[in-house]
């Protein structure tokens, strides 16, 4: 017996060998060139139109490639790789690119010539030694002292949009990412943004209204504004998980009632649960309540009655973030509520009208461990885009807590990595000598990019900063992406971290790798058909009577 043979008909396309190769490098080297404008401080903006027909204006290089919509694989695992280290370490996102296509755009003169796994192999050595030429220039440094930090991440958002505004938003990622600080032990720090720091964008004001909050705000109001306080001092603050208001049957519930009475009977029934759920809370003498569920009326006027005020229906993650913030614990059931679990860290909480909506704040706690950013602004595109340079921000206060050491920025590391390699790859035997030089020649893409972006003289430029290095006399030596001018980096104070510039030489090298050991692009995609053409769409499954009669290829 013969099994159904599956017969793809015309549905599968291959293209293989070197012609995949420099299809390959030719689309890494378009995606590197959409966002080589935005490297530096003298970086052009893009004007994105996004799927709903909304306006993003923006020179971050993840959040330019994230509304690209592209057809070849290639182009869409590069921008895999901005996404990659925007999560790892927050900064560097455009770099990673640049890199990556020169990488692969160095390795097109060797693909009829040596073998991929040649390059590849000669690539690997060329990131292990870039790592440790890192590891020697690296600078350690102490992370508490806030000018040091101050100037870190100054010189890591002075390339975004609002690098014109100062210190206002390095002050507002330092104090954010200092407040969530948690020690882990051995002396490390654990800096959690995602969940613990809160971005509020409020439109209106100016941008040096904004603020770090010690504490928490949420875009809510108290259940019944007329009768509960919008304003306590030293609040004593109860979370809840679970519903203040009559529990629903599971499923369809049927009640049969003979008499008028058990319809009141059924009502007092509710009304005295719903009183037992409020005596339990009320017990513990609460000044706020919060639930993430419902709060029916008759609950609102129990706790009203006895002073206390409610918001109902909040975010989980707002309400961990609270929890954090003033010490409390959320609780599932009241009736398991302790005196442990109430928050008492807070030192106010206040409703104010901002705009046209209600914001409560709870702030002036004692140690929170989760805090918001209220950020103000003339527009919400303007908002966007600060938010974004704001998240870059703390990630590398967050990896400069993690790991303090600085290396050089305005290209100097590159410089520096270049040189070395350059050096080095006299000393390589064989044919993996050539790839490990290209390699090496790659680096200087990041430098040049700067220059170029500053409208200087790039060939004379990227000529005297190679003399410097080449002798390996300062391995600060670089350009000032402001005035394109060659300076020492510590002068002024240009740094990267370390974390940061690990990550993207990874990267980077690991997908060129990846992308050159492609040789077969195989798609499974059927053409439309012209309209009125006949044919089935699907793929035809024969049977063994037609197997019988087919030319089968042997396995």
């Not at 590197?32 to 971050?60: C, E, F, H, Y």
């Not at 102490?142 to 101050?150: H, P, S, T, V």
């Not at 053409?527 to 024969?542: D, L, N, R, T």
Request: charged share 25%.
């Amino acid at each position: 017996m013969h099994a159904p043979v599956l017969v793809l008909q015309d549905s599968m396309k291959r293209e293989s060998g070197s012609k995949v190769r420099y299809a390959v490098i030719q689309a890494a080297k378009a995606v590197a060139d959409v966002v080589r404008t935005t490297l530096g401080p003298r970086s052009m903006l893009k004007m994105l139109l996004d799927a709903q027909g909304g306006i993003v204006v923006t020179n971050d290089g993840n959040a330019i490639l994230r509304e690209l919509d592209l057809a070849h694989p290639a182009a869409k695992s590069m921008i895999e790789l901005s996404r990659t280290q925007d999560q790892e370490v927050g900064d560097g996102t455009t770099s990673v690119i640049i890199l990556a296509g020169e990488m692969l755009h160095v390795a097109d003169a060797f693909i009829d010539k040596i073998h991929p796994t040649v390059i590849c192999r000669a690539y690997t050595k060329a990131l292990e030694d870039a790592i440790s030429v890192l590891d020697k220039i690296a600078m350690p440094i102490d992370a508490q002292d806030r000018g040091i930090m101050l100037g870190l991440v100054k010189s890591c958002i002075g390339t975004k949009f609002t690098g014109q505004f100062g210190d206002l938003i390095a002050d507002l990622a330092i104090d954010a990412t200092t407040t969530v600080g948690v020690d882990v032990g051995q002396g490390l720090r654990d800096v959690d943004i995602k969940n613990y720091i809160k971005v509020e964008k409020v439109p209106g004001g100016q941008l040096e209204d904004s603020r770090v909050l010690k504490g928490v705000m949420i875009n809510k109001d108290v259940v019944a504004p007329g009768k509960m306080r919008r304003k306590i001092v030293n609040p004593r603050i109860i979370l809840l998980d679970c519903p203040l208001e009559y529990k629903k049957g599971e499923n369809q519930t049927n009640a049969e009632l003979l008499k008028e009475e058990d319809w009141s009977l059924l009502l007092k029934m509710e009304e005295e649960y719903i009183e037992e759920l409020c005596m339990q809370i009320l017990k513990f003498k609460p000044d706020l309540v919060i639930t993430e569920k419902g709060l029916s009326d008759l609950a609102c006027h129990y706790l009203s009655k006895h002073g206390v005020s409610a918001i109902r229906r909040l975010r989980k993650t707002d309400n961990n973030r609270i929890a954090k913030a003033c010490g409390a614990v959320i609780v599932n059931r009241p009736d398991e509520l302790q005196e442990s679990d109430v928050g008492t860290g807070a030192g106010l909480f206040e409703v104010k009208k901002i705009g046209d909506e209600y914001f409560s704040f709870i702030v002036d706690c004692k140690d929170p461990k989760a805090c918001t950013i209220l950020l103000r602004g003339a527009s919400k595109d303007l908002l966007n885009e600060v938010e974004r340079n704001l998240q870059d921000a703390m990630s590398v206060a967050r990896n400069i807590i993690k790991n303090p050491k600085l290396v050089p920025g305005g290209g100097a590391t590159e410089l520096t990595v270049s040189a070395a390699l350059k050096q080095k790859s006299s000393s390589i035997e064989g044919i993996e000598k050539w790839p490990y030089e290209a390699a090496a020649i790659a680096f200087e893409s990041i430098p040049r990019t700067l220059a170029q972006n500053c409208g200087v003289n790039v060939i004379r430029t990227m000529t005297a900063l190679q003399g410097k290095h080449a002798n390996g006399e300062n391995a600060w030596i670089g350009i000032d992406g402001n005035t394109g001018s060659i300076t020492d980096m510590k002068e002024r104070k240009i740094w990267d971290a370390y974390n940061v510039k690990a990550q993207a030489f990874k990267t980077a090298i690991e997908a060129a790798c990846m992308l050159l050991r492609i040789d077969d692009i195989v798609s499974g995609i059927k053409k439309k058909q012209a309209p009125g053409a006949s044919g089935s769409s699907k793929p035809k499954i024969e049977t063994e009577a037609d197997a019988d009669n087919e030319q089968i290829l042997p396995d």
